[in-house]
T-cell receptor, first 116, second 111 residues
Framework: SAVISQKPSRDICQRGTSLTIQCQVDSQVTMMFWYRQQPGQSLTLIATANQGSEATYESGFVIDKFPISRPNLTFSTLTVSNMSPEDSSIYLC?????????????FGPGTRLTVL | GENVEQHPSTLSVQEGDSAVIKCTYSDSASNYFPWYKQELGKRPQLIIDIRSNVGEKKDQRIAVTLNKTAKHFSLHITETQPEDSAVYFCAAKGGGNKLTFGTGTQLKVEL
């Protein structure tokens, strides 16, 4: 597997502000993903962070609300913009590691966001 | 796109009993099926996975079975222990290396 870290681990933010979450991995990886997990719910893919090009967003998620950067193969950021209480959630990054013929995903520890 | 259904949503077993969680998927092109365990306040941890060219895989007390024809796969935990208590998520990978997750099963192992 890989060592994946996220910063911050948690934050409490005011409505209308933005928060940038960082994800760092200890080895170069091709695939990095950002997920949202609302309280008591499953994991929903926000976007795939592509190195050197724009992120690929899933239905229901847009770049203006969740801009993503991927400057290199070990780092990515997700910004939650113009936050509202509905954005309160856990945000997780994951990385895909090629093991045999399969890309296995491993998750970071998550960022718990509360919007007041 | 892919749709993954997971049952049951909650499961309570006595310590030492077996637990079975079932998932179905919709995309016949899906070829990889991992299972994650998530303890309260922790990240999802990969516990076992299976590829579409294999029907069954076992790792100590945990096994996963896959029926491609019926498009369903199951997680089996034998000799359950209190530390098995957690939320378990199944997932399926179709095109684009994207995982689609099931809705989760809260497993409680009672003493």
């Amino acid at each position: 597997s890989a060592v994946i870290s996220q910063k911050p681990s948690r934050d409490i933010c005011q409505r209308g502000t933005s928060l940038t979450i960082q994800c760092q991995v200890d080895s170069q990886v091709t695939m990095m993903f950002w997920y949202r997990q609302q309280p008591g719910q499953s994991l929903t893919l926000i976007a795939t962070a592509n190195q050197g090009s724009e992120a690929t967003y899933e239905s229901g998620f847009v770049i203006d609300k969740f801009p993503i950067s991927r400057p290199n193969l070990t780092f990515s950021t997700l910004t939650v913009s113009n936050m509202s209480p509905e954005d309160s959630s856990i945000y997780l990054c994951s990385v895909g590691l090629t093991q045999g013929a399969t890309d296995t995903q491993y998750f970071g520890p998550g960022t718990r966001l509360t919007v007041l | 796109g892919e749709n993954v259904e997971q049952h049951p949503s909650t499961l309570s077993v006595q310590e030492g009993d077996s637990a079975v969680i079932k998932c179905t998927y919709s995309d016949s092109a899906s070829n990889y099926f991992p299972w994650y365990k998530q303890e309260l306040g922790k990240r999802p941890q990969l516990i076992i996975d299976i590829r579409s060219n294999v029907g069954e895989k076992k790792d100590q007390r945990i096994a996963v079975t896959l029926n491609k024809t019926a498009k369903h796969f199951s997680l089996h935990i034998t000799e359950t222990q209190p530390e098995d208590s957690a939320v378990y998520f199944c997932a399926a990978k179709g095109g684009g290396n994207k995982l689609t997750f099931g809705t989760g099963t809260q497993l409680k192992v009672e003493l």
